[in-house]
């Protein structure tokens, strides 16, 4: 598995993706911790070797070419029939000088192991053969990904609940491997120079500061008005395994006021009155989360806003989010409406832009995923 992954990961570089030895060793230790289970597998190498999600095509299908489906075994020809001259029922081949030889045609370039006689253009073409259902598998799959979620219909929604799920499983491993302590990081040269007082001044061994990512407390509030709702539950079904690489995490649902949520299984629980018929006030929700939580903020903490923005032209209390911004280390912002429509009707985006380190498109699924995972990740 090892020497077939490395040989995957030089396709990756032949390709034109930037895999570094890091990323590699990365892979390696994914696969180890993972396992060979299809999904998992290709989403913790994806994890490991993809910085640009313009790259997943590319990935996808090289993965398929290094690590498909087994093929069925070819069926061995039964052997070729005796012919006698009619003589002699009982005689072998070499008694039977007058016998016709039984040639087998040799085998065209069209054809192929699995099935004689068919090309590949057509096993692919067959809706009932395994690669082609896989094919189609993938091609939902990236198009549910890049699909606005505005225009996602129910049964949409039903379907990207196993690409939820692996997207999470992606997030919460770069996480993971983010928060892992680095066995080497930058020269330490005062440590260095103290070592080699005993070598002569010959510095052989050489001290490296490790890296310690620092803890960091979380707070995310989404919107949970009507416009915005299935983006805020996919952004909860992200962010909810990921929980626990943070050294606290409060998550907030809102239309009209604050109110903790917390998970029973996968299930959403707001642990208050959440009235989702009310109508949208972002700033009566800012005021209302600085007089109650603002001791939550410090300047450990990451504070996440998911939301359109859009106020029902009511004051939008910028001046709020402002206090807020000065208490925590950053403020990101992701709309996950489309980004022609920022700024129009009753959306006062640009008001609360100033008082944010990012504002950040998330109108798909895969933009929602990426924000989550450069935010989160960076530190």
């Known amino acids: 598995m090892k020497t077939q992954l490395l040989t995957f990961i030089d396709a990756l570089r032949g390709s034109g993706l930037t895999v570094s030895t890091a ?4 892979a390696l230790r994914a696969t180890a911790a993972l396992g060979v289970e299809r999904t998992l597998f290709r989403e913790g190498l994806a994890s490991a ?22 093929k069925p075994p070819r069926p061995r020809a039964a052997p070729a029939p005796v012919h006698g001259d009619g003589t002699g029922a009982g005689r072998t081949p070499s008694a039977t000088p007058s016998m016709t030889p039984h040639f087998r045609p040799p085998q065209s370039r069209d054809e192929t192991p699995e099935s004689p006689g068919v090309t590949p253009r057509e096993t692919h073409d067959d809706p009932s053969s395994p690669r082609t259902a896989q094919q189609a598998r993938l091609a939902r799959q990236r198009s549910l990904r890049r699909m606005p979620i505005d225009d996602m219909s129910a049964r949409d929604v039903e379907e990207c609940a196993a690409l939820v799920a ?7 491993l770069h996480l993971h491997r983010r928060q892992r302590p680095m066995q080497r990081g930058r020269l330490d040269v005062r440590r260095t120079l103290r070592r080699s007082i005993s070598t002569g001044g010959v510095p052989l061994d050489p001290a490296f500061r490790k890296r310690r990512p620092a803890p960091v407390d979380l707070v995310a509030l989404c919107d949970y008005s009507h416009s915005v709702v299935t983006a805020s539950e996919f952004f909860l079904a992200l962010l909810a395994p990921a929980r626990d690489y943070f050294r606290r995490s ?12 917390s998970f029973a299984g996968h299930a959403m629980v707001p642990d208050g009155h959440l009235d989702l018929y009310a109508r949208s006030d972002l700033g009566k929700t800012l005021v209302a989360f600085w007089a109650t939580y603002h001791s939550l903020l410090t300047r450990n903490t990451i504070v996440l806003i998911l939301g359109d923005a859009r106020n029902n032209r009511r004051p939008p209390r ?13 403020v ?9 429509l920022w700024g129009t009707g009753d959306c006062a985006i640009h008001t ?23 935010t989160l990740g960076a530190r």
């Open 49 to 70: 070797l993809i910085k640009d999600e313009a790259d997943r095509a590319a990935f996808d299908a090289l993965f398929d070419r290094h690590f498909g489906l087994a």
């Open 166 to 172: 692996a997207l999470a499983r992606s997030l919460r």
């Open 250 to 261: 409060h998550l907030f649902a809102f239309v009209d006021q604050p109110v903790p949520i």
């Open 332 to 340: 990101v912002w992701l709309n996950p409406e489309p980004q022609r």
């Open 318 to 330: 910028a001046d709020v989010l402002g206090r807020i911004h000065t208490a925590v280390r950053r």
């Open 23 to 26: 990323e590699s060793i990365d």
């Open 352 to 374: 609360y832009t100033r008082h944010c380190d990012a504002v950040l498109a998330a109108s798909t699924l895969e933009q929602l995923a990426r924000c989550l995972r450069d």
